[in-house]
């Protein structure tokens, strides 16, 4: 599948459940899971692709699993409208999962702040249904991707409380950090004002809550130039 945002080269995938692989579209390669990621089994493919305009229809049952999912965690989450998710949908910043009948399975978005200094990937939702399947570990991976694509520059941000969102984050390469080292834009933190545990952030000036803060920063991976001059230089002499 092609995006027409910014010209992005966009590959859409398919997860096999009833073989327990996840096929790429683009490769003839097969990448086999764990038979625990497998637990349930379906009669349909999951479609992982970008999210485009049509996906509009899925928008209320996203935002409404969002904030029914946090209740029964029992922790905070920043609201988000049905029409902020369509926004996303239409400007190719956003990742979704559809079953081969055209049934949502998963979600997640990019969002931009300071000229697009720094970026999130944000509202990671997985359907009751489908969960630990390896469902979120793709749909993370490739909202990655395309925030790297989109803004190669960028410093990507998350802050959850989630566990199993830290280890994915890990393995993509984020950090813990301190908040004061992700954005500092208003509207992110007017973002959480919907959080049941917002005066707890604002009685601490925007310094410290519940939510661990991870930053992914793209100068790890560029290489040092003048190390490896160096290097090369000691070895030639």
């Not at 997860?15 to 692989?21: I, N, V």
């Amino acid at each position: 599948m092609i995006s027409q945002y910014e010209g992005t080269q966009f590959i859409e995938s398919k997860f096999s459940q009833s073989a327990g692989f996840y096929k790429k579209n683009d490769s003839n390669d097969t990448q086999c899971q764990s038979d625990q990621c497998f637990s349930q089994e379906f009669s349909e493919d999951i479609i992982l692709r970008l999210a485009i305009a049509e996906d509009s229809i899925f928008a209320k049952a996203i935002t409404d699993e969002m904030h029914d999912s946090a209740v029964i965690r029992g922790c905070g989450i920043s609201r988000r409208s049905p029409e902020s998710v369509i926004q996303k949908m239409q400007e190719g910043k956003a990742i979704i999962a559809v079953t081969s009948a055209n049934e949502w399975v998963g979600f997640s978005y990019i969002e931009t702040y300071e000229n697009n200094e720094f970026v999130s990937n944000s509202g990671l939702i997985v359907a009751p249904a489908y969960r630990k399947c390896g469902v979120a570990k793709s749909i993370k991976q490739r909202i990655f991707d395309l925030s790297r694509t989109l803004y190669p520059h960028a410093k990507i941000f998350s802050i959850t409380t989630g566990a199993a969102v830290m280890k994915m984050n890990t393995r993509l390469g984020f950090e813990a950090v301190t908040y004061g080292e992700i954005t500092k834009e208003k509207k992110f933190w007017e973002g959480c004002k919907s959080c049941v545990n917002f005066n707890i952030l604002e009685n601490k000036s925007y310094k410290n809550c519940f939510c661990t803060a991870m930053l992914y920063s793209p100068e790890q991976e560029e290489p040092n130039e003048e190390t490896e001059s160096e290097t090369e230089h000691r070895q030639l002499s």
